[in-house]
């Protein structure tokens, strides 16, 4: 690969022709048409986001003649070049000057590009930046592309698996699933965490779809002219999920629905009844995962250990096991009440403190409470054979 550095390319060169697409978040062109500034395996503009003071630090850093780092551009012929590294950073200065959006001066009052005093003005379109062009195969660029990840934000995983297998496919996936446009993803984000623009919409429905080969689907499908599977699949999980719980609620978010789906798919529930039995579990006070509320329901309510319930204290293990213990040494037998009806040599085995676990006398899943009275210790054998029940 070869790189030559140029340093005379001004903002204003940069931004002759500056386009900015607000439906799909990309800064598009520059340089007289030339440049393009977000070839499809480049993630969506995000400076914009959290209020947009990342694209207003970057105005600020030009303002007062700080550097504001390397750019790589791919050279792809004479007349076309792609920016590599650095989209984020044009991007800012492209809708500053475009006036999308407005900076505070000293007095802190909003300011647009349109509005600036000529010298300020000048100051900005006369920076210039420092720019590696870059010539090289596409594989040699992209590997290289995978491994720079410098600057700013760094890309996350399937921001990098969607350059590393750019293609008309993953263009689909994105126009779907991380355009912040699209109405469903009001109803998505209900059941998977994160941001279009980061890509968390798509790795999750690859997620699924591929059952965690996310690199191995997109290589297959690379150059697929649709995304049918891909987008079927997706909606029957987050259909089905909100046909069997009708209540939407903040744990639901980023469970592991896919493969809830599949696991459980084929049975049949009850909506009204699964709701009744969530609100239940909602008010119980004993339950410390409520995360594990709806794989508990749908694995048919008997997997306790998905809810975490709460145990008994330290100082409630402690008394009972000073009660247990004095009794079980008077009448000679284990202070573990299976171990004394028992006929080995354990039968009237003293166990310490740290070798027995505390009990729930009624089972939690029967109403038993986790307090002092519902408490029984058992030797950890003893325990672990009982099970949560
Ligand atoms: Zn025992």
């Not at 303002?63 to 950073?89: A, C, H, T, W």
């Not at 909506?271 to 039995?277: A, G, I, Q």
Request: one cysteine or more; glycine letters at 8%.
């Amino acid at each position: 690969m070869k790189t030559t550095l140029k340093t005379y390319i001004t903002v204003k060169d940069i931004c002759d022709g500056f386009v900015y697409n607000e439906l799909e978040g990309k800064g598009l062109f520059g340089l007289s048409g030339k440049l393009t500034i977000q070839p499809e395996y480049q993630r969506n503009y995000i400076y914009a986001s959290d209020g947009g003071k990342r694209e207003v630090a970057v105005i600020e850093s030009i303002l007062k003649g700080y550097p504001i780092g390397l750019i790589y551009f791919n050279m792809v012929s004479e007349n076309n070049l792609e920016v590599l590294d650095g989209q984020q950073r044009i991007t800012s200065v492209g809708r500053f000057v475009t006036d999308k959006f407005a900076i505070k001066d000293e007095s802190g009052m909003e300011q647009y590009f349109g509005g600036m005093a000529k010298d300020k003005k000048a100051k900005i379109l006369e920076t210039k930046l420092l720019i590696y062009e870059c010539e090289g195969t596409e594989s040699e660029i992209k590997e290289w592309f995978r491994t720079i990840n410098i600057a700013g934000v760094p890309l996350n995983d399937q921001e990098l698996l969607n350059a590393v297998y750019s293609g008309p496919f993953v263009t689909l996936c994105k126009e779907e699933f991380s355009n912040s446009q699209n109405a469903n993803i009001q109803k998505w984000n209900a059941y998977v965490s994160g941001s279009a623009n980061r890509q968390d919409f798509l790795e999750c429905a690859l997620e699924w779809v591929s059952k965690s080969n996310i690199g191995d689907y997109m290589s297959s499908h690379r150059f697929d002219k649709n995304i049918t599977e891909l987008k079927k699949y997706f909606t029957s999980v987050i259909d089905w999920v909100s046909g069997v719980f009708t209540d939407v609620e903040n744990e639901m978010r980023g469970l592991e629905w896919g493969r809830l789906y599949e696991e459980y798919h084929k049975k049949s529930y009850n909506p009204t009844k699964v709701s009744d039995e969530v609100q239940k579990l909602y008010a119980d006070p004993y339950i410390k995962n409520r995360r594990g509320i709806f794989e508990f329901i749908l694995g048919g309510s008997i997997d306790t250990k998905l809810l975490e319930v709460r145990v008994f204290d330290e100082t409630t293990k402690k008394s009972v096991y000073a009660t247990q213990t004095a009794k079980a040494e008077k009448n000679g037998v284990s202070n573990c009440s299976h171990c004394a009806i028992g006929h080995d040599a354990n039968k009237s085995k003293i166990w310490s403190l740290s070798d027995m676990d505390a009990d729930h006398v009624s089972a939690w899943s029967k109403g038993g409470k986790s307090d002092i009275k519902n408490c029984e210790m058992l030797c950890k054998t003893h325990n672990r054979a009982k099970g949560n029940r």
